[in-house]
């Protein structure tokens, strides 16, 4: 049989379907944590009492989450102790759930009580197919090797910084691991914490340093091994990139289709109102959870419509009431203008979606969810926040496009 290197979904698909219960949940917790091999038997095993179900507090948002009590075996970190929290959520991760109802089940103090060379053994066995690249000292070491219980705190040091886009500081609170950054500063940030002394009992400090990264760890495992983007914070800059660029694209669209009516319409015609704040709501992802923040951003983008339709009526030459869009509509089918219908729906929809958005007015959620639905948007509740944002602004950047294009098509006086 071919040797491979695992990844992390093959990694925790065999972890998880090995038969021994105690080597299956100690493995669990090592990969989970990123423990060192010694760290899971003897004086540094985890204790059943250093186990707790905490509160994570983002944003106004509370996770329930869970929190491990360590001591690091490294030599130079020899006893001092660090905190790992694990959100509880099983779509963000499955195993820690189950964790914490082995060690609250265990009837002993120390769940994992075996031999380091009982629970190699275990591993060699469910890893038997498997390499990890050797690490290069100079020349030595080029080449493969069984991939072994070392490797499995590796690979997990290795997930949270492609996965979760973990830093340096990051890896340091977490897994007291150095990446050994250039940055004097970082340098020094991780010598501090490395040199904390805190107690078994003190959560509070724990906590308060878990909320540097938890937030991070705030990704569905079913996007495991999918290219997709940190759907809660722009990390890479691939994707801050792309954000800019449409959000730039967007702020730009608004000021060429005033500047073309002003032109082509009427001198004090705008059909935007021009917000300072667009650009910022433009390049900002919004939160996932966060119906405040998303409450805000439509609201912004809102803003916009309110213009007077004064212009828009002189050049109908009609006494009809409505706001500009329902004035622009009618002028268009006056004229006999093609236009995509698409474009005033999404300009009725956001401002529908304002209006009827608690606290400014307070529908029932069926509402909302067919507007969300019109936008792309699965019928959830609460919806995915972010998801919906992102829909809204590529349509509403569509309809920018579509509007310029009539404007430098048509004449209009």
Not at 11 to 36: H, S
Not at 120 to 129: C, L, Q, S, T
Not at 162 to 180: S, V
Not at 211 to 227: H, Q, V
């Amino acid at each position: 049989m071919e040797l491979k290197q695992p990844d992390v979904t093959k990694v925790r698909d065999l972890i998880e379907n090995y038969d021994n219960e105690i080597y299956r949940y100690a493995l669990m917790y090592q990969f989970l944590v990123g423990a060192e091999p010694a760290e899971l038997s003897g004086k540094y095993a985890p204790k059943k009492s250093n186990i707790y179900e905490v509160t994570i507090n983002i944003r106004g948002e509370k996770y329930p989450a869970i929190l491990f009590i360590l001591k690091n075996i490294k030599p130079k970190d020899r006893g001092i102790l660090r905190g790992c929290v694990i959100p509880l959520d099983p779509e963000f991760e499955p195993w820690a759930r189950k964790l914490l109802k082995f060690f609250r089940s265990h009837g002993e103090e120390y769940p994992f009580k075996f031999h380091k060379r009982t629970i190699n053994y275990h591993v060699a066995d469910i890893f038997k197919n498997y390499i990890w690249p050797k690490e290069i000292y100079g020349d030595v070491g080029i080449g493969e090797k069984p991939f072994r219980i070392e490797e499995i705190r590796k690979l997990r040091i290795k997930n949270l910084k492609e996965f979760y886009f973990f830093d340096e500081i990051d890896l340091a609170i977490f897994g007291a691991w150095n990446e050994r950054p250039k940055d004097p500063q970082k340098i020094l940030e991780i010598e501090n914490i490395f040199s904390l002394v805190i107690e078994e009992n003190d959560i509070k400090t724990f906590i308060k340093l878990s909320e540097k990264y938890f937030e991070k760890l705030l990704r569905p495992i079913s996007l495991l091994g999918k290219d997709i983007p940190p759907p809660y914070l722009i990390k890479n800059v691939a994707d801050s990139t792309q954000r800019f660029a449409k959000a730039r694209e967007i702020v730009k669209k608004v000021k060429d289709i005033n500047f073309l009516c002003r032109y082509k319409i009427d001198k004090e015609c705008e059909f935007f109102k021009e917000n300072m704040w667009l650009p910022i709501e433009m390049f900002t992802p919004c939160e996932r959870n966060s119906d405040e923040q998303f409450t805000h951003k439509i609201a912004t983008l809102a803003t916009l419509f309110e213009v007077s339709e004064k212009p828009l009526l002189n050049l109908l030459n009609e006494d009809i009431e409505g706001k500009s869009i329902i004035v622009l509509k009618k002028i268009l089918d006056k004229k006999g203008i093609k236009y995509n219908q698409d474009m005033f729906d999404v300009w009725i929809n956001i401002r529908n979606l304002r209006s009827k958005w608690f606290p400014i007015h307070s529908e029932t959620e069926l509402i909302i969810v067919d507007i969300l639905q019109y936008f792309g948007e699965p019928p959830n509740w609460p919806p995915n926040y972010h998801s919906s944002w992102d829909n809204i602004l590529e349509k509403f950047r569509i309809s920018l496009i579509q509007f310029h294009d009539i404007l430098n098509t048509y004449e209009f006086t």
